[in-house]
Antibody, heavy 127, light 107 residues
Framework: EVQLLESGGGLGQPGGSLRLSCAASGFTFRGYAMTWVRQAPGKGLEWVSTISKSADSTYYADSVKDRFTISRDNSRNTLFLQVNSLRVEDTAVYYC????????????????????WGQGILVTVSS | EIVLTQSPGTLSLSPGERATLSCRASQSISSSYLAWFQQKRGQAPRLLIYGASSRATGIPDRFSGSGSGTDFTLTISRLEPEDFALYYCQQYGTSPWTFGQGTKVEI
């Protein structure tokens, strides 16, 4: 059974940093690209970042580019999201998710789709 | 970026009825790279449909997806009590990936 367990959330100050982790089990972690998606309270879903299975390619939404860094440790079956320069609008539940599929004809990450989600971790940015 | 517009915002139906949810894209979605997710209150989303019409593992056959280009539909043939939830479409054919704003299916 695929399990994704996020941790590291909580209260962060504007301009501060947090590091989110996602422990994966039930599948061969190193064989799949992974992604982060967030959901602000009472709002819809927003894609944040994606990383290839070997970590040689990373992709970011414009809203987080240059502030967030996605990474992974395949030896520890863990996905990370380093969130820096926090803003109030970064307040959200952050979900890690496993990806399936193949790169489309427009190139990666297009063609990969989410097949499993973690339960999410709340990040609150407030002074 | 591709904007996905879901309609209606809320669908009020009874168990046993048919639900038809629409997702319209601002431009054509490459290779029908469209997914549908179900989200219940306080829970993570769950994949229902990928590739516009392929059911995910373990999803009952009362859920079906159709469409191509800019117009896509999720149909629930006969609503079960556990189907009353929020539904999102998502395109993964063009970066940045984007989600619709959701359709709530309520009793």
């Amino acid at each position: 059974e695929v399990q994704l367990l996020e941790s590291g959330g909580g209260l962060g100050q504007p301009g501060g940093s947090l590091r989110l982790s996602c422990a994966a089990s039930g599948f061969t972690f190193r064989g799949y690209a992974m992604t982060w998606v967030r959901q602000a309270p009472g709002k819809g879903l927003e894609w944040v970042s994606t990383i290839s299975k070997s970590a040689d390619s990373t992709y970011y939404a414009d809203s987080v580019k240059d502030r967030f860094t996605i990474s992974r440790d395949n030896s520890r079956n863990t996905l990370f999201l380093q969130v820096n320069s926090l803003r109030v609008e970064d307040t959200a539940v952050y979900y890690c998710a496993k990806l399936m599929g193949f790169c489309g004809n427009t190139g990666c990450p297009n063609g990969w789709y989410i097949d499993y989600w973690g339960q999410g971790i709340l990040v609150t940015v407030s002074s | 970026e591709i904007v996905l517009t879901q309609s209606p915002g809320t669908l009020s139906l009874s168990p046993g009825e048919r639900a038809t949810l629409s997702c319209r894209a601002s431009q054509s979605i490459s290779s029908s790279y469209l997914a549908w997710f179900q989200q219940k209150r306080g829970q993570a989303p769950r994949l229902l449909i990928y590739g516009a019409s392929s059911r995910a593992t373990g999803i009952p056959d009362r859920f079906s997806g159709s469409g191509s280009g800019t117009d896509f539909t999720l149909t629930i043939s006969r609503l079960e009590p556990e189907d009353f939830a929020l539904y999102y479409c998502q395109q993964y054919g063009t970066s940045p990936w984007t989600f619709g704003q959701g359709t709530k299916v309520e009793i």
